[in-house]
């Protein structure tokens, strides 16, 4: 099975800076894009940006400039320096993965757990 370890959520002022990080595990399983998402109160789970297996990444318009995505393919880890922090980036952010098990043409949809940001003075 896979899991997906998030870490590096918490607190900071506006304009300040955090980085998330998730490990994916699972034996026999190939990664292919992997990703964070984000979930605020009293909203739908969106996207913040996502990067191939190949490093093509790709950002939601309200954190181009401010967030970047970076992978470790030997690792299976992804991570997300988020910078410039506004209010309105407070979220539970959730990693994600594309994956399939090794042999197998199904590629399935897995998250993390979720880590918390929140963004107040």
């Known amino acids: 099975q896979v899991q997906l370890v998030e870490s590096g959520g918490g607190l900071v002022q506006p304009g300040g800076s955090l980085r998330l990080s998730c490990a994916a595990s699972?034996?026999?399983?190939?990664?292919?894009?992997m990703g964070w998402y984000r979930q605020a109160p009293g909203k739908e789970r969106e996207l913040v940006a996502t990067?191939?297996?190949?490093?093509?990444?790709n950002y939601a318009d309200s954190v181009k400039g401010r967030f970047t995505i970076s992978r470790d393919n030997a690792k299976n880890t992804v991570s997300l320096q988020m910078n410039s922090l506004k209010p309105e980036d407070t979220a539970v952010y959730y990693c994600?993965?594309?994956?399939?098990?090794?042999?197998?043409?199904?590629?399935?949809?897995?998250w993390g757990q979720g880590t918390q940001v929140t963004v107040s003075s």
């Open positions: 994600n993965t594309v994956a399939r098990r090794v042999g197998s043409s199904t590629w399935y949809n897995y």
């Open positions: 699972g034996s026999g399983f190939s990664f292919d894009g």
């Open positions: 990067i191939s297996s190949g490093g093509a990444s």
